[in-house]
């Protein structure tokens, strides 16, 4: 690991100026909350920033409070503290699961939501320091002719890195928003805008620039009538990422879909909306043969590579269960 | 075998009780040393590895003056600086057939990870700043990955010559193929493969070397301090007596920790240097360059009976080993396991080891054991389906028992049997496989089950119930040990035993105050240091407790013979009328009158009454193994193909128990390790550039916690007639049977058959959506 100097930050400005400062001085600066995926980027030689700028020192940036239209949840609320929220777990539940699903007791302890939503991609070859791929300032993403058994079938290419997170596809199939801090004061967006695809710029998996931070998320209270779905396929039971995850919150009266939010982990470099399969049942009664349907059309479109190719009926079967276990 | 000078005592009180270890209490409080440990040398730096980046490629250029002109940069190595013997890439399987010599470095470089250089610097970060300014122009060349590919005619040379190693196969056989095929009613045929994996022992690797003129030392993660001393000696051209090799505490031996370059390295650094020299693996390392366990590929064909008894087996392995170090002893366990669990008057095994472009691999827990019984037991299955017979009912009618394998003895009379035989006309010294079945499928609830899959559901998912038998050598190996009694009543032990967490120096002493018949704390001990204990083989392959176990008991027997002896001359008896207690000495019949042990020493030698022995251990009559049954009970997500062991029974045959809660121990990881086998471990190589790719915990997936099911252990003990207290082989054992369990249970629970290791959630799913419904 190369040496660095740690900042510890008072303030969202402090942080925020900061960080503006170096990269106008051309130097690499980083920020650190919980830390847990930050050291592992160090050690794999993946970040190694001149400047880490820790924003735990920041105070009361860690809230978790109910309101009337939602929940706001500061950057640094653990996701240990998320998944055990009471009111989340009422209200909230598959974000609750989702966040409960990551990694393990020990991480989820010392992670943060923000920094959860910011995780590089864990692909072998990006966090290999044998490998100078795409996404490092290689020539190539080494999946296509290598070994892509857990990368992306929608949405990728250039780069095939599917992206890491839990909590991010529960969060946007709530409709969450995230607001970011940058030099030039505040701004909201939802959290579906937040991701970037590869085809857009293969360097970084969102939209933050240089000098910006996250400091909230918004999850607005679910509509009456919703019911959610969140569930993780993954290779052992703890401290593994997706292989495909679905998370999906459906408005429902009778049994008739009014709006439904299908969204996937596990297999796009984003968190995957699957648009065709929430307008296909938008108006219709869900029973198996639509579920499936929608399934089907959520994984239109996908293109696998040649060891990824199981991902799609996974996705698609989950999506179905999911549908069902919504009315 | 051994003779032992002292009868048994029917009461044991040492041996069979668990008493504190005496590793324990270091270990727990964080002051155990263990080979990265050394670190009170002031004079210390640091060495770091550069490893190729290519699976096969020539150093057609190299330039380390940036790199040594880095402050703080002691030396750097390179192929120019290696002694001009060839060394094979750390264990001692050599080459028997014509191959390129290679050397502690080299210019061609054959698997990803290849050692390259190495530096030693003030500090690893150092050391590491100056891995980046060596300049290497590569001259990439071609490579093969797998073995299968590594045998065709058109793979390219990994050692410059064919790529099966020493040019033919491992071939054995007993009876004749031919003939028992042709009294076959039918023959079933299935080809089976596992993968690579690492034994990810929770210690990285570590050695410490220091010359002191032309004397070396060195401090290491070793199993084998003799054999480490040899090889040093050799390669450095130094007497044995001016090498030195002392072992730390291991955590974790697994078969892999002693068998690399490392040690060397660390020692050609530290003379360049000037300097003592540590070194290590990161967990990277670790994984991707500690020693793997064989890929394999291995094809039964079987001539059978309608009752299901083998009239032959014929079976063929080709194993992955890598581009050094052929792995002849990893095929011939293969082969003992598939030619020797069944009944069978005819069997061969024909072991073909490739070399090829991949990491080496080397010794791990089994050998190839569990490549072979995951083929076999699997296989036994699928042909107990084939015939309508229950899986138990399988095993209780057709696998080997105590009086052995049929057909003609081939060892010499006068000749220790092999612990490994492919002979028959021999018998076991024990045999309780059929308890060990019984059992276990008592304990987990066995029901018969003569059609097959049951593929039940409950609550929405698959559950099966799985089991498969296991045969395993004791090993029988060379050791020695040196018994001293003191005057205040105490004992010192010297053997050159590792202790790799298995408990080894614990049990070794419980034998000695078992002999001697003192307390167990009386006993004190000196292990694994060349300059002060004497010759013992490697401590591996199960037999640890048998074969010095054998040395110790021999050893404290002496000493107790001399001791009464010596007494017996003072006060004018015969040696088996004196009795020892404490630190005097009396006559049987007059304890009132007692001599202090110091009044006996003073006429010895040094003051101390020492007893000795060196053996090799072993039977001229019995085959001495050790048995196990295993018993899975999973749960298949018929969504997924995600497997969950629910429940799991291992049932084992080791004799004696030495000591009770360390087997517990020793059974419960094993089977830890084989569900990670089963199930998920695996190392993936780039197929372009041969790079391993699960080089780090997350990506490289062992069983959590939460993937562990509750073990339930059972010890059917009954003592063997050739081992120390009737103690046999343990160490390796309950880690062999546990992928074919999880593969059979897999199979009731779904129907689907997976003949490939790990057993994926996505095999399982692809080979249920195939099935009919």
């Known amino acids: 690991m190369k040496s660095f100097e740690n900042i510890d930050a008072k303030s969202v400005k402090e942080a925020v100026g900061l960080l503006s400062k170096f990269h106008q001085q051309k130097k690499l600066a980083a920020v650190v909350g919980g830390g847990s995926e930050f050291l592992q980027l160090m050690k794999d030689h993946v970040v190694e920033p001149d400047y880490v700028i820790n924003l735990k020192t920041i105070p009361g ?195 008739v879909v009014r709006n439904a939010h299908v969204v996937m982990g596990g297999v796009a470099p984003i968190p995957w909306r699957a648009t065709k399969a929430e307008e296909f049942l938008r108006g219709k009664k869900l029973d198996e043969a639509s579920a499936k349907q929608a399934g089907e059309l959520a994984l239109e479109g996908a293109k696998p590579l040649k060891d990824n190719v199981y991902k799609i009926k996974l996705a698609q079967e989950l999506i179905q269960r999911g549908l069902l276990a919504s009315v | 075998m051994a003779n032992s000078t002292t009868a048994k005592p029917s009461v044991l009180r040492v041996v069979g009780s668990s008493v504190t270890r005496v590793d324990g209490h270091a270990k727990v409080t964080g002051t155990a040393d263990f080979s990265g440990d050394r670190l009170s040398d002031g004079q210390l730096v640091f060495g770091k590895t550069l490893r190729s980046p290519y699976a096969s490629a020539e150093i057609v250029s190299i330039d380390t003056s940036k790199a040594q002109a880095l402050p703080g940069v002691h030396a750097v190595i390179t192929y120019r600086d290696a002694p001009e013997i060839p060394f094979e890439a750390g264990d001692d399987s050599e080459p028997t057939a014509p191959v390129a010599p290679v050397y502690l470095l080299n210019r061609f470089l054959r698997h990803a990870g290849d050692e390259v250089a190495a530096v030693a610097a003030e500090s690893e970060a150092i050391a590491e700043e100056a891995l980046e300014l060596i300049q290497v122009g590569y001259r990439v060349l071609p490579f ?214 991949a990491p080496v691999a080397g010794s791990y827990r089994g050998l190839g054991a569990p490549q072979a019984h995951f083929a076999l037991e699997s296989f036994a299955d699928e042909i107990a389906e084939q015939l309508a017979i229950d899986p138990l009912e399988y095993r209780l009618r057709h696998c080997v028992g105590i009086d052995g394998q049929p057909g003609v003895r081939v060892t010499a009379e006068d000749e220790l049997i092999p612990s490994q035989p492919i002979e028959g006309g021999v018998p076991f010294s024990s045999n309780l496989l059929t308890r060990c079945l019984e059992e276990g499928a008592k304990r987990i609830g066995w029901q018969p089950r003569p059609n097959g899959p049951r593929k039940r559901l409950v609550n929405g998912k698959f559950r099966g119930m799985g089991l ?139 003051q101390v009454i020492a007893g000795e022995a060196k053996l090799r251990a072993g039977s001229k009559s019995h085959i001495i193994n050790s048995f196990a049954a295993h018993f899975a009970e999973v749960e298949v997500d018929p969504d997924s193909g995600a497997v969950c062991v629910l429940r799991y029974v291992a049932a084992h045959d080791s004799g004696r128990i030495v000591h009770p809660e360390a ?96 057993i994926t959630a996505e095999k399982v799913l692809n080979a249920l959506r195939s099935l009919p419904i």
Request: charged share 25%; proline share 6%.
């Open chain 2, 144 to 357: 093969v990955l797998d073995e299968n590919d590594a045998l065709k005619p058109a793979a390219p040379s990994v050692r410059g010559g064919t790529n099966l190693a020493g040019a033919e196969p491992i071939d054995f056989s007993r009876g004749d193929i031919a003939r028992g095929m042709k009294e076959a009613e039918l023959v079933v045929e299935r080809t089976y493969r596992t993968q690579s994996t690492s034994p990810l022992a929770l210690e990285p690797r570590y050695a410490v070397a220091s010359w002191q003129g032309d004397r070396l030392t060195v401090w290491k993660a070793s199993r084998n301090v003799h054999g480490d001393r040899d090889k040093l000696a050799r390669i450095f051209e130094l007497p044995h007596d001016q090498v030195r090799v002392v072992a730390a505490y291991l955590g974790g031996g697994f078969g892999s920790k002693d068998e690399t370059r490392l040690g060397h390295l660390t020692a050609l650094l530290a003379r360049k240097a000037g300097r003592p020299v540590r070194m290590g693996y990161t967990r990277e390392e670790e994984l991707g360059f500690g020693k793997w366990r064989h890929a394999s590929t291995t094809t039964l064909r079987a001539g059978l009976k309608r009752d299901g008894s083998f009239t032959a087996i014929d079976t063929t392995s080709t194993l992955n080993t890598g581009p050094y170090a052929p792995g002849y002893g990893v095929a011939s366990r293969l082969g003992h396991g598939l030619t020797y669990l069944y009944k069978c008057a005819n069997a061969r095994f024909v072991g073909k080891v490739a070399y090829t472009n």
């Open chain 1, 61 to 255: 940036l860690d809230y978790i409070r109910e309101e009337r239209g939602g929940f706001r949840i500061g950057a640094l609320a653990k996701l240990a503290d998320i998944e055990e929220h009471a009111a989340i777990r009422d209200k909230l539940l598959i974000l609750a699961a989702a966040a409960g699903d990551a990694a393990s007791p020990q991480i989820r302890n010392a992670g943060t939501i923000a920094g959860n939503l910011c995780q590089r991609p864990f692909c072998w070859y990006f966090r290999s320091s044998n490998f100078t791929c795409l996404r490092k300032g290689g020539q190539s993403c080494f999946t296509v002719t290598g070994d892509g058994r857990f990368h992306a079938i929608l949405g990728a290419g250039p780069s095939y890195i599917v992206h890491p997170s839990d909590t991010a596809p529960a969060l946007v199939a709530l409709g969450a928003q995230i607001k970011i801090a940058g030099p030039a004061g505040e701004k909201n967006i939802p959290l579906e805008k937040f991701f970037l695809l590869p085809s857009v710029d293969y360097r970084r998996e969102n939209i933050l620039n240089p000098g910006e931070i996250v400091t909230e998320i918004f999850v607005p209270m679910p509509k009456a009538g919703s019911k959610g779905f969140h569930h993780k396929l993954r290779e052992r039971q703890a401290w593994d990422h997706a292989i495909v995850a679905v998370d999906t919150i459906v408005e429902s009266s009778g049994g």
């Open chain 2, 468 to 606: 498969a038998a296991c045969i395993y050598k004791t090993g029988q190996s060379q050791s020695s040990s040196i018994v001293k009694i003191k005057a205040d009543g105490s004992a010192e032990l010297f053997m050159s035993i590792a202790e790799i967490g298995q408990g080894a120096w614990t049990v070794l002493r419980q034998i000695a105050a078992e002999t001697l018949g003192v307390p167990f704390d009386k006993v004190h001990a000196t292990f694994a240091d060349t300059d002060k204990t004497p010759f013992a083989h490697s401590t591996s392959g199960s037999t640890t407790t048998f074969t010095s176990g054998l040395a110790v008991e021999q050893a404290a027997g002496d000493a107790k013979q001399r001791l009464l002896e010596a007494a017996a001359k003072i006060l004018e008896t015969d040696p088996d009328k004196v009795i020892w207690r404490d630190d005097f000495v009396a006559i049987n019949d007059a304890p009132e009158i007692r001599i202090p042990l110091a009044h006996v020493m003073r006429r010895q030698p040094e």
């Open chain 2, 663 to 758: 087997a517990r121990g020793q059974i419960a990881g094993g089977v830890v390790q084989g569900i990670g086998y089963a199930l998920m471990e695996e190392i993936p190589m780039d197929p372009d550039t041969g790079m391993p790719l699960t080089l780090n915990l997350d990506s490289f997936k062992i069983p959590n916690l939460i993937d562990t099911p509750p073990i339930e252990i059972i010890l059917v003990e009954e003592p063997d007639p050739i081992g120390p207290y009737g103690a046999k082989a343990l160490g390796e054992p309950p880690l062999v049977p546990v992928a074919a369990a999880i593969a059979n249970a897999v199979n009731d629970a779904t129907g689907v058959r997976i003949r490939e290791l790990p």
